[in-house]
């Protein structure tokens, strides 16, 4: 019986055979090339393969000489190398060639620096000089200002407030000169009214009701020009209120546009045979990144675009950026993560022996953590507490964080060595945290399992963790939830004897790992494996703001697993609130519940500002009515099941 072949099978067939064909081809080209270069070797002149030789080596036939013939009539100068493919009764001429690489249209992330980048109506090259100094070509000495670059959190959050308040400008006339000079008055005395944490950090702005600076030429620039003609010297005018308008709603735009996903795609190589001066190359215009938006958009962008959002990571700077992550489709997920936190070196006052200077080498931290980075101080900045260093590697200079550079001691440098992971250790991770910093606060408890820097963004799982620690779990249960907690999904799945996945643990499927939902994937353990109830989803709506959000965590009396999103953060952070406590993986001990500390849950220099997800938990019985947890009056189970229950109205 014959048998029948799908279609498929035939073009397996079909490709098969099309192979063999190309390898005997190519063996008998090589052959005869051979056959060539030592005929060439032997008369010393280019002449033909004798047909005795060719006949000798079974070359001679037909068919091989027609096709050498054939190849013989390509164009070698459109084509190196060029195949002939036939199909049914078509042909292909396959070949190489130097072609250009595709050209990918950059976008733009809404921030600050993209508004001031346009420049308002009204502004020709002609009238921009009669306002700002404009620098030639052959000279760069013009007193033009120009945008600094920001390199702490809190030289953002401060330009952050001035552009938000920004309400009046004024414009004088420059002594001895017939320049202008612009300043803007800030109305700082409503601006996030009772936050004494901002105002704390930055004295001099909420020092009085209104600030004044000198701006930038591009933010004035980006005024329309008959507003500032029109401008009376040395009289406070009030901005424009279309620009104004303009200005907040771009602003609100960047603050609620959070980067989810961030795929390498290209790495922009240049040719310097010449050994030309890169000093002024910036680096950051060589990558370009693909950035997918918690909205459903995409962007591609170079990596100046997106340092400032997220460069600060230590991640980011490594083996992100390696020629292996090109068109991989590797994607990093940016969901629930790591509190936003100070320079690292930041939290100790150094003495004076120890205070980096001009000529000093310096070891420069938050470069990456394959390496020590060298440089040596060029130039230090006070107004800015930053740096200009000269990097030992590649002899470019780069303005960085004062307080990340520390002196490079001969004595004190040693070997790099190969250490355990301290991401989960129980005891003191950090060996440079004070003693003072060691000791639990009065009223706080111990976190027995914590990671400082939480480099692999286990926050849900770690607060869960520490919840378990705290309802007198044993340690093998905790030991337990750990385990399955950090491994993938199938093998959760066969542990806890499901089915299948709860839809809710990977909403995303199409996007494989990186749409897990690892509040969901806590709460699906410890309900299958230790027979804790959760309650339905928290009403986000009642959380829209820090006072609401407040309330409501004090009246509800069972432990509640939130997820916080802030102003000026990269990402949303877990943690657990129970009984005026909030339980932080990435804090040594639990800390009270207060505004203060709920509007900074997700680190330094952020502001609360709402929260996008959340559930109840309620332990076991066997937890509940253990001996050791008699001190818990009321689980709040009554507030929450009873019909009419005082904190029914927070859920679903």
């Given at each position: 019986?014959?048998?029948?072949?799908?279609?498929?099978?035939?073009?397996?067939?079909?490709?098969?055979?099309?192979?063999?064909?190309?390898?005997?081809?190519?063996?008998?080209?090589?052959?005869?090339?051979?056959?060539?270069?030592?005929?060439?070797?032997?008369?010393?002149?280019?002449?033909?393969?004798?047909?005795?030789?060719?006949?000798?080596?079974?070359?001679?036939?037909?068919?091989?000489?027609?096709?050498?013939?054939?190849?013989?009539?390509?164009?070698?100068?459109?084509?190196?190398?060029?195949?002939?493919?036939?199909?049914?009764?078509?042909?292909?001429?396959?070949?190489?060639?130097?072609?250009?690489?595709?050209?990918?249209?950059?976008?733009?992330?809404?921030?600050?620096?993209?508004?001031?980048?346009?420049?308002?109506?009204?502004?020709?090259?002609?009238?921009?000089?009669?306002?700002?100094?404009?620098?030639?070509?052959?000279?760069?000495?013009?007193?033009?200002?120009?945008?600094?670059?920001?390199?702490?959190?809190?030289?953002?959050?401060?330009?952050?407030?001035?552009?938000?308040?920004?309400?009046?400008?004024?414009?004088?006339?420059?002594?001895?000169s017939?320049?202008?000079?612009?300043?803007?008055?800030?109305?700082?005395?409503?601006?996030?009214?009772?936050?004494?944490?901002?105002?704390?950090?930055?004295?001099?702005?909420?020092?009085?009701?209104?600030?004044?600076?000198?701006?930038?030429?591009?933010?004035?620039?980006?005024?329309?020009?008959?507003?500032?003609?029109?401008?009376?010297?040395?009289?406070?005018?009030?901005?424009?209120?279309?620009?104004?308008?303009?200005?907040?709603?771009?602003?609100?735009?960047?603050?609620?546009?959070?980067?989810?996903?961030?795929?390498?795609?290209?790495?922009?190589?240049?040719?310097?045979?010449?050994?030309?001066?890169?000093?002024?190359?910036?680096?950051?215009?060589?990558?370009?990144?693909?950035?997918?938006?918690?909205?459903?958009?995409?962007?591609?962008?170079?990596?100046?675009?997106?340092?400032?959002?997220?460069?600060?990571?230590?991640?980011?700077?490594?083996?992100?950026k390696?020629?292996?992550?090109?068109?991989?489709?590797?994607?990093?997920?940016?969901?629930?993560?790591?509190?936003k936190?100070?320079?690292?070196?930041s939290?100790?006052?150094?003495?004076?022996?120890?205070?980096?200077?001009?000529?000093?080498?310096?070891?420069?931290?938050n470069?990456?953590?394959?390496w020590?980075?060298?440089?040596?101080?060029?130039?230090?900045?006070?107004?800015?507490?930053?740096?200009?260093?000269?990097?030992?590697?590649?002899?470019?200079k780069?303005?960085?964080?004062?307080?990340?550079?520390?002196?490079?001691?001969?004595?004190?440098?040693?070997?790099?060595?190969?250490?355990?992971?301290?991401?989960?250790?129980?005891?003191?991770?950090?060996?440079?945290?004070?003693?003072?910093?060691?000791?639990?606060?009065?009223?706080?408890?111990?976190?027995?399992y914590?990671?400082?820097?939480?480099?692999?963004?286990?926050?849900?799982?770690?607060?869960?963790?520490?919840?378990?620690?705290?309802?007198?779990?044993?340690?093998?249960?905790?030991t337990?939830?750990?385990?399955?907690?950090t491994?993938?999904?199938?093998?959760?799945?066969?542990?806890?004897?499901?089915?299948?996945?709860?839809?809710?643990?990977?909403?995303?499927?199409?996007?494989?790992?990186?749409?897990?939902?690892?509040?969901?994937?806590?709460?699906?353990?410890?309900?299958?494996?230790?027979?804790?109830?959760?309650?339905?989803?928290?009403?986000?709506?009642?959380?829209?703001?820090?006072?609401?959000?407040?309330?409501?965590?004090?009246?509800?009396?069972?432990?509640?697993?939130?997820?916080?999103?802030?102003?000026?953060?990269?990402?949303?952070?877990?943690?657990?609130?129970?009984?005026?406590?909030?339980?932080?993986?990435?804090?040594?001990?639990?800390?009270?519940?207060?505004?203060?500390?709920?509007?900074?849950?997700?680190?330094?220099?952020?502001?609360?500002q709402r929260?996008?997800?959340g559930?109840?938990?309620?332990?076991?019985?066997?937890?509940?009515?253990?001996?050791?947890?008699?001190?818990?009056?009321?689980?709040?189970?009554?507030?929450?099941?009873?019909?009419?229950?005082?904190?029914?109205?927070?859920?679903?």
């Amino acid at each position: 019986m014959k048998k029948e072949f799908n279609a498929v099978q035939k073009e397996c067939l079909k490709s098969l055979e099309a192979m063999c064909v190309f390898g005997y081809r190519e063996l008998y080209k090589n052959f005869l090339l051979i056959l060539v270069e030592m005929q060439n070797k032997i008369s010393r002149k280019k002449t033909s393969v004798p047909k005795r030789i060719m006949d000798l080596f079974g070359v001679s036939t037909g068919q091989i000489v027609a096709h050498m013939m054939r190849r013989g009539k390509f164009e070698q100068t459109k084509f190196s190398q060029a195949y002939r493919m036939d199909y049914n009764s078509n042909h292909f001429i396959v070949g190489n060639s130097v072609t250009r690489p595709v050209q990918f249209s950059l976008g733009a992330l809404p921030s600050g620096a993209a508004f001031t980048d346009k420049r308002g109506s009204g502004w020709t090259p002609t009238n921009v000089p009669e306002y700002f100094q404009v620098s030639t070509s052959n000279q760069d000495n013009g007193e033009k200002r120009k945008e600094q670059k920001m390199i702490s959190s809190k030289q953002f959050e401060a330009y952050h407030i001035m552009l938000w308040t920004m309400r009046c400008i004024k414009v004088i006339k420059v002594k001895n000169s017939d320049k202008m000079q612009f300043h803007i008055q800030c109305h700082t005395k409503n601006y996030q009214y009772g936050n004494c944490g901002i105002r704390a950090r930055h004295p001099t702005i909420f020092k009085e009701d209104t600030f004044s600076f000198t701006p930038i030429d591009e933010l004035v620039l980006s005024m329309p020009f008959e507003f500032i003609r029109n401008l009376k010297v040395g009289v406070w005018t009030n901005i424009e209120r279309n620009w104004l308008t303009r200005l907040q709603k771009h602003l609100t735009q960047a603050e609620n546009t959070s980067i989810k996903h961030v795929r390498f795609i290209r790495k922009i190589v240049t040719d310097n045979r010449m050994k030309e001066s890169r000093e002024y190359e910036d680096d950051h215009e060589k990558y370009i990144f693909k950035i997918y938006t918690t909205k459903g958009d995409s962007y591609r962008v170079n990596l100046a675009q997106i340092h400032d959002i997220i460069g600060d990571e230590p991640w980011f700077n490594g083996e992100t950026k390696c020629l292996c992550n090109i068109a991989s489709n590797r994607m990093i997920s940016l969901s629930w993560g790591a509190k936003k936190k100070e320079s690292s070196n930041s939290t100790e006052t150094p003495s004076i022996s120890s205070c980096p200077c001009v000529g000093d080498r310096v070891i420069v931290s938050n470069q990456g953590s394959k390496w020590e980075h060298l440089a040596k101080i060029v130039k230090i900045i006070e107004s800015t507490s930053s740096a200009v260093v000269k990097w030992d590697t590649t002899l470019k200079k780069d303005t960085v964080d004062l307080a990340d550079c520390k002196k490079y001691d001969v004595d004190e440098v040693s070997d790099r060595k190969r250490k355990a992971t301290d991401f989960y250790q129980n005891s003191s991770m950090n060996n440079q945290m004070s003693k003072k910093s060691m000791q639990t606060p009065p009223g706080e408890m111990l976190n027995m399992y914590y990671s400082r820097e939480n480099f692999s963004k286990l926050c849900a799982e770690g607060a869960v963790r520490n919840l378990m620690n705290v309802l007198h779990c044993s340690p093998a249960d905790m030991t337990s939830f750990w385990n399955l907690a950090t491994s993938p999904l199938h093998s959760i799945q066969n542990s806890l004897n499901d089915v299948q996945v709860p839809r809710a643990v990977m909403p995303n499927m199409s996007i494989g790992p990186l749409g897990i939902d690892t509040i969901e994937k806590c709460l699906w353990i410890l309900r299958k494996k230790f027979n804790f109830v959760t309650t339905s989803k928290l009403k986000v709506s009642e959380f829209q703001s820090l006072k609401l959000s407040l309330n409501a965590l004090v009246e509800i009396k069972f432990p509640m697993l939130i997820s916080v999103q802030s102003k000026q953060a990269i990402y949303k952070h877990v943690v657990v609130v129970w009984r005026n406590k909030i339980i932080d993986f990435e804090c040594m001990h639990t800390y009270p519940l207060t505004e203060e500390s709920l509007r900074q849950v997700c680190g330094v220099h952020t502001t609360f500002q709402r929260i996008v997800s959340g559930y109840g938990i309620f332990p076991s019985k066997k937890i509940r009515t253990s001996s050791e947890n008699d001190y818990v009056q009321d689980w709040g189970m009554n507030d929450y099941y009873k019909p009419g229950g005082s904190v029914r109205r927070y859920f679903v």
